[in-house]
């Protein structure tokens, strides 16, 4: 081999143990900076990790009163939280059987979704650090929201002894504990006789059940002998308006509308006043679908508001947002949109039945902290059922222990 070859051969060996090099840096970089938990991977986690205090003194300064350890205010904090649980559990009324095997039904597909993941992962022989891990793994990415995901999590790992992990049994009974507290809101029920007319306002963007949810339930109202009457208030779209007086006629119950592309507050003030002249019982709002991130549409909804309350002092009595719970988190991305510019009081869920994500209910009342009322959990108009947080969570986890949760 000449010269000229042996230079081009060394130069050769020597890119290639610098490539080598540089590729083992990046490696060992990224190894670095991957993320080591569920949180970090998702990119989600809880509000208290995120607002961490800085350390504290372990000494109070001269003339200061001592502070209680941080371990200490932890402790005070779970054991109010165990305290709440506890009183959610004693206060439980009993389930209504016919509502719980209709729930049952309807969340079918979610029990053979993330429950189903969690009915196989307890069903391992040992629960250790890496079980413990791929339990928050589950449930960040189970469409439940990540508050509620962090503290089902959190009543697992914090609120049941080394022994009692061993006990698949003991772990289901602190997720459906900890689950009836999430939807334990201090709701009051609907009183549809403290006005007349009770006037309801509906929201919801586009194709989440919107009109069909308010046929539903004035179809429900009108055969409990309630004098019902709606208001089309959807007059941008000629099908909502054909839709909402179909249901009118099923439900034997007046619509009030308006020429297409007009004023849906000219419409919704006429309804209200006929409500209130001609004694109706209640007043049903539709309105345009619209979503959460148009300004304008927005606005509108606030100069909706102002006009009922010309038409009825005091109207609209509840504002109801409707969601779909095939949309999963999304939902609350909606509901959160929704709430920062107006007061809603009463969510309805959809098409539960359809989705794996029914677990979204959790995450709704856990972060919005607004009561869920309805759920749509068929096509039947019996199907759009009231709320049973008792029923929704036995039926949840139906089974889940005999890993029959499917």
Not at 242 to 250: A, D, I, N, S, V
Not at 305 to 310: I, N, T
Not at 355 to 374: A, M, Q, T, Y
Request: aromatic fraction near 4%; charged fraction near 30%; charge should be positive.
């Amino acid at each position: 081999m000449n010269p000229d070859e042996l230079i081009k051969l060394a130069i050769a060996v020597v890119a290639i143990v610098l490539v080598i090099f540089v590729l083992r840096r990046a490696a060992a970089k990224s190894r670095a900076k991957a993320p080591s938990s569920a949180r970090d991977r998702l990119g989600v986690g809880p509000a208290e990790e995120a607002a961490r205090p800085r350390r504290e003194r372990k000494r109070p300064r001269p003339g200061e009163p001592a502070k209680a350890p941080q371990a200490a205010r932890e402790a005070e904090a779970a054991a109010a939280a165990a305290e709440r649980e506890a009183e959610v559990e004693a206060e439980a009324p009993p389930t209504d059987a016919e509502a719980a095997a209709a729930y049952k039904a309807g969340l079918a597909k979610t029990r053979g979704g993330f429950v189903a993941r969690l009915g196989k992962l307890f069903g391992k022989k040992k629960f250790d650090a890496q079980t413990l891990e791929e339990l928050e793994e589950v449930l960040f990415t189970a469409d439940i929201g990540p508050r509620a995901a962090d503290r089902i999590f959190q009543s697992v790992k914090t609120g049941l002894s080394k022994d009692d992990l061993e006990d698949s049994e003991k772990i289901w009974k602190q997720i459906r504990k900890t689950s009836r507290a999430i939807l334990a809101l201090d709701a009051k029920p609907i009183d549809m006789a403290s006005h007349k007319p009770f006037v309801l306002l509906v929201l919801g963007v586009n194709g989440v059940g919107k009109t069909t949810t308010i046929g539903k339930l004035a179809k429900q109202l009108s055969d409990e002998g309630k004098k019902v009457i709606l208001a089309a208030g959807d007059t941008f779209r000629a099908a909502a308006t054909e839709q909402l007086e179909e249901w009118g006629k099923r439900a034997n119950v007046p619509v009030v509308r308006g020429k297409s592309g007009g004023d849906p507050s000219s419409v919704i003030f006429d309804a209200i006043k006929r409500g209130v002249d001609e004694g109706f019982d209640v007043v049903i709002c539709d309105t345009a679908g619209r979503l959460h991130s148009n300004a304008g549409l927005m606005d509108e909804l606030k100069k909706l508001r102002r006009v009922m309350d010309k038409a009825m002092p005091g109207a609209p009595h509840e504002t109801w947002m409707v969601l779909d719970a095939t949309t999963g988190q999304n939902a609350i991305s909606q509901a959160k949109t929704f709430k920062a510019d107006m007061e809603i009081t009463g969510i309805v869920l959809t098409k539960l039945d359809g989705s794996s994500k029914g677990g979204v209910v959790l995450g709704i009342c856990d972060e919005l902290k607004v009561p869920v009322r309805f759920v749509g959990i068929g096509e039947k108009i019996g199907d759009l059922r009231p709320f049973d947080p008792g029923a929704f969570v036995e039926a949840l986890y139906a089974d889940a222990s005999t890993g029959e949760a499917a």
